[in-house]
Nanobody, 115 residues
Framework: QVQLVESGGGLVQAGGSLRLSCAASGIMFGLTTMNWYRQYPGKQRELVARITSVGTTNYADSVKNRFTISRDNAKNTVYLQMNSLKPEDTAVYYC?????????WGQGTQVTVSS
């Protein structure tokens, strides 16, 4: 059974940090591109960060130099380290796994940044 389980969301003050985790099962994790998306109420999901199977990373301009995506293939887990958080980072964050034409999503985790 394919499953992505996010954790690590919560409430933090502006300027603080959080680390999101996404544990994967049922997929060939080492061959999979892993993405973090976020979604504001009433808006479409937007890509925050991506890490490919060989470790190449990409970031949305709004989070460059503040967020870091990483993966631990031994643990089938991808992380999103979020530093210098801003109120506009408040959203539901989703983990996404992509392998060829296959794509699956986690259930999402709420991140709330207070000013």
């Amino acid at each position: 059974q394919v499953q992505l389980v996010e954790s690590g969301g919560g409430l933090v003050q502006a300027g603080g940090s959080l680390r999101l985790s996404c544990a994967a099962s049922g997929i060939m994790f080492g061959l999979t591109t892993m993405n973090w998306y976020r979604q504001y109420p009433g808006k479409q999901r937007e890509l925050v960060a991506r890490i490919t199977s060989v470790g190449t990373t990409n970031y949305a301009d709004s989070v460059k130099n503040r967020f870091t995506i990483s993966r631990d293939n031994a643990k089938n887990t991808v992380y999103l380290q979020m530093n210098s958080l801003k109120p506009e980072d408040t959203a539901v964050y989703y983990c996404n796994a992509v392998f060829n034409s296959f794509s699956t999503w986690g259930q999402g985790t709420q991140v709330t940044v207070s000013s």
